[in-house]
């Protein structure tokens, strides 16, 4: 008895099971580490390849800078001459003296600014996430999501910085608005003005980041135009969410998948170019002046 039992316990494990069946038809299952894994070298592979296109362009970019400049590229480049005079930070003041130079020199400035703070800061961050993901394997690719969004998501100022821009120290600053409010200034979270409060010291705390990084690096000027750069974009948004609330339709309802039609998606678009063709040389071309 004891004999068939153990018989019938040896015929009904796994192993000979799959030792009595034909070699076609075992099929080895994907364990979990196998998944882990291959998803790892996929994510591996992609920054990889987002480093070697960002050096890439940014080689070209630096080539197509340098003497000799291509003629098409010109009209877009600042030179001192466009920066150095203060009066050249304004627009609207000078549109019976406008000339076109000072348009392209604008627009040029606007593609050069974003274009320059999304490689550098994706090229960072892909160079990071190579290196805590693979080399030191102590985080998983799920810890290492994009930095940035599609930039088909910025047709209002709120989902430029909300949707396309990084948001690395957002949920930080937030939580410190968070408690300056309640504990500081006794303000009971929820509502319209707190969140106006919320975002106006996630801008402020921007302003004063930003401009003290220009200071480590050995710019001796344009601080204040720098935190005044961030308190514009603070004050943009107020207005565009009171434009939209009154107009409707272009940011849609919140928690929402329907968004505008590509009528108002346009006009967004070119809404958000306008604001930085208008602020950006505020910021910039103050630095001109004490270049390091």
Not at 104 to 113: K, M
Not at 155 to 183: E, I, M, N
Request: hydrophobic share 40%; glycine share 8%.
């Amino acid at each position: 008895m004891i004999k068939t039992t153990a018989s019938v316990i040896e015929s009904r494990s796994p192993r000979r099971q799959n030792a009595t069946q034909p070699p076609g038809n075992t099929f080895p299952t994907k364990t979990k580490h196998d998944t882990s894994s291959s998803a790892r070298h996929t994510f591996l592979a992609t920054k990889i390849a987002e480093i070697l296109l960002i050096s890439l362009l940014r080689r070209a970019q630096t080539h197509s800078l340098t003497p000799p400049i291509s003629p098409f590229l010109l009209p877009w480049l600042p030179t001192p001459a466009d920066t150095a005079p203060r009066a050249k930070q304004t627009l609207l003041r000078r549109l019976p003296h406008i000339k076109p130079r000072d348009l392209t020199v604008r627009a040029g400035l606007v593609l050069l600014h974003n274009w320059t703070s999304w490689s550098s800061l994706t090229l960072a961050h892909s160079v990071l996430a190579i290196l805590y993901v693979g080399l030191l394997g102590i985080h998983e690719p799920e810890e290492w999501p994009r930095l940035f969004e599609s930039p088909t998501e910025e047709y209002t100022l709120r989902r430029y910085w909300s949707k396309f821009w990084h948001r690395a120290p957002a949920r930080t600053l937030r939580d410190y608005a968070d408690w300056v409010g309640r504990k500081g200034l006794g303000v009971r979270k929820g509502g319209l003005g707190y969140r106006i409060r919320v975002a106006l010291f996630v801008f402020a705390a921007s302003g004063v980041i930003h401009a003290g990084m220009y200071r480590v690096l050995g710019f001796w000027c344009g601080w204040w135009e720098e935190m005044g750069w961030w308190m514009l974009n603070f004050g943009a948004i107020l207005v565009e969410d009171l434009v939209c609330a009154v107009f409707g339709g272009m940011v849609g309802k919140r928690g929402s998948s329907d968004g505008p039609g590509w009528r108002l998606k346009l006009m967004g678009y070119v809404w958000v170019f306008a604001f930085q063709f208008w602020s950006l040389p505020k910021q910039s071309f103050s630095k001109a002046f004490c270049y390091p």
